[in-house]
């Protein structure tokens, strides 16, 4: 199975800074990697696909990057709206696994 | 938009069974694969399993193998997970979710409200 480890799993952050969060996979995945964010008592909701690929509702302010074992997910300048928890995801190979999140919080 | 609307979860003694189901409706069911995804309290995301748009291909993560079972009805756009022999670590919030293309390599794109299983005696 595919390990996939994120850093750091929280963080504390002011509204305006630039967030970095990192996802390493175990092997090499490609770019087989999506990012989700959730907010507490809702279900994710995707963010990224194709390790860099935004979805149609994200801002430009998110952007994502890497390939085969090191991904980040950055947040140029980060919004109230954006305090949340964010997964990673590899979808390269059975079973798809997860990071165990990042929780971002207001400073 | 896509809707995914779980249902069948609740309190089961451990050992016991459950059926969750999955209502999807404003796209074709058909094409996608679906995926369950479990959270248990407090903690992160797991994947449980998938089944292809055919149904004819399935997995499931080590930890469910051989006492869950997935499977879809596409005439009734409605998605199944069989869950026997439970356990107190089963209990968590079951999401389905839907791939975002039909290709083998898929993120999940939509996500129902989910479904709360709780495993207790």
């Known amino acids: 199975d595919i390990q996939m480890t994120q850093s750091p799993s929280s963080l504390s952050a002011s509204v305006g800074d630039r967030v970095t969060i990192t996802c390493r996979a175990s092997q090499s995945i490609s770019r087989w990697l999506a990012w989700y964010q959730q907010k507490p008592g809702k279900a994710p909701k995707l963010l990224i696909y194709?390790?860099?690929n935004l979805e149609s509702w994200v801002p430009s302010r998110f952007s994502g990057s890497g390939s085969g074992t090191e991904f980040t997910l950055t947040i140029s300048s980060l919004q109230p709206d954006d305090f949340a928890t964010y997964y990673c995801?590899?979808?390269?190979?059975?079973?798809?696994?997860f990071g165990q999140g990042t929780k971002v919080e207001i400073k | 938009e896509v809707q995914l609307v779980e249902s069948g979860g609740g309190l089961v003694q451990p050992g016991g069974s459950l059926r969750l189901s999955c209502a999807a409706s404003?796209?074709?069911?058909?094409?996608?694969?679906m995926s369950w995804v479990r959270q248990a309290p407090g903690k992160g995301l797991e994947w449980v399993s998938v089944?292809?748009?055919?149904?004819?291909?399935?997995y499931f993560a080590d930890s469910v193998k051989g006492r869950f079972t997935i499977s879809r009805d596409n005439s009734k756009n409605t998605l199944y997970l069989q869950m026997n022999s439970l356990r107190a670590e089963d209990t968590a919030v079951y999401y389905c979710a839907k791939s975002y293309s039909s290709g083998s390599y898929s993120a999940f794109d939509y996500w129902g409200q989910g479904t709360l299983v709780t495993v207790s005696s």
């Open positions: 194709q390790a860099s």
């Open positions: 404003r796209f074709t069911f058909s094409n996608y694969a």
């Open positions: 995801q590899q979808y390269n190979s059975y079973p798809r696994t």
């Open positions: 089944i292809s748009g055919s149904g004819g291909n399935t």
